[in-house]
């Protein structure tokens, strides 16, 4: 089976803090994504990879980052987190664009 | 700009009833076409998934779905639900990336 694995399941930051999110997926996938969940707005695409060391944008990255530096691992970065970014994060990956995808537990970021 | 809507924020039917969950999308090129399925407390899972051929598709569970192209649409469908089914429904549609509708939470009444 797939394995994504997401480091935390729960975390909590405060306000300005630089935030880590890790994942790794075992699968040798070459397409890697972060999501945050949010009530009645479902998830929404904050960035993805398609190869290793490249990123493109989702649908809401602003005050995030990512890193690629490995193909199995896909990092999103909070560079200093804000209480709106108080979510459920999840990472994705899948063997080729459209083919379905696979999700890690996720991570649920509190910032006080 | 290219989006998935799913029509119903809340569902609630009583065991046995019949289901169906919208969703449509808007982009004109090919598509593949998922629904996904969030219990409470467990992570995502994929339901089905349409690629090409038979327009309507079969998925885990007694879950079906049919795309419509006409009508940039995919829904869900389920002839009898269960308590089980209690759970958290996206529709994703790939375009160039996997884009998420906002979800449908279907609550089953035993």
């Known amino acids: 089976d797939v394995k994504v694995t997401q480091s935390s399941r729960y975390l909590v930051k405060r306000t300005g803090e630089k935030v880590f999110l890790e994942c790794v997926q075992d699968?040798?996938?070459?397409?890697m994504f972060w999501y945050r969940q949010d009530p009645g707005l479902g998830l929404r695409l904050i960035y993805f990879?398609?190869?290793?060391?490249?990123?493109e944008k989702g649908d809401i990255p602003e005050g995030y980052s990512v890193s690629r530096e490995k193909k199995e691992r896909f990092s999103l970065i909070l560079e200093s987190a804000s209480t709106n970014q108080t979510s459920m994060y999840l990472c994705?990956?899948?063997?080729?664009?459209?083919?379905?995808?696979?999700f890690g537990q996720g991570t649920r970021l509190t910032v006080v | 700009a290219q989006s998935v809507s799913q029509h119903n924020h809340h569902v609630i039917l009583s065991e046995a009833a019949s289901l169906e969950l919208g969703c449509n999308y808007s982009?004109?090129?090919?598509?593949?076409l998922f629904w996904y399925v969030q219990y409470p407390g467990q992570h995502l899972q994929l339901l089905l998934k349409?690629?090409?051929?038979?327009?309507l598709v079969k998925g885990i569970k007694g879950f079906e779905a049919e795309f419509i192209k006409s009508k940039f649409s995919f829904n869900l469908r389920k002839p009898s639900v269960q308590w089980s089914d209690t759970a958290e429904y996206f529709c994703?549609?790939?375009?160039?990336?996997?884009?998420f509708g906002a979800g449908t939470r279907l609550t089953v009444k035993p």
């Open positions: 994705a990956s899948s063997p080729d664009r459209g083919k379905g995808t696979f």
């Open positions: 982009y004109g090129g090919t598509v593949n």
């Open positions: 699968m040798d996938h070459e397409n």
């Open positions: 349409y690629f090409s051929g038979d327009p």
């Open positions: 994703a549609v790939t375009f160039n990336d996997m884009r």
């Open positions: 990879s398609y190869d290793v060391k490249m990123k």
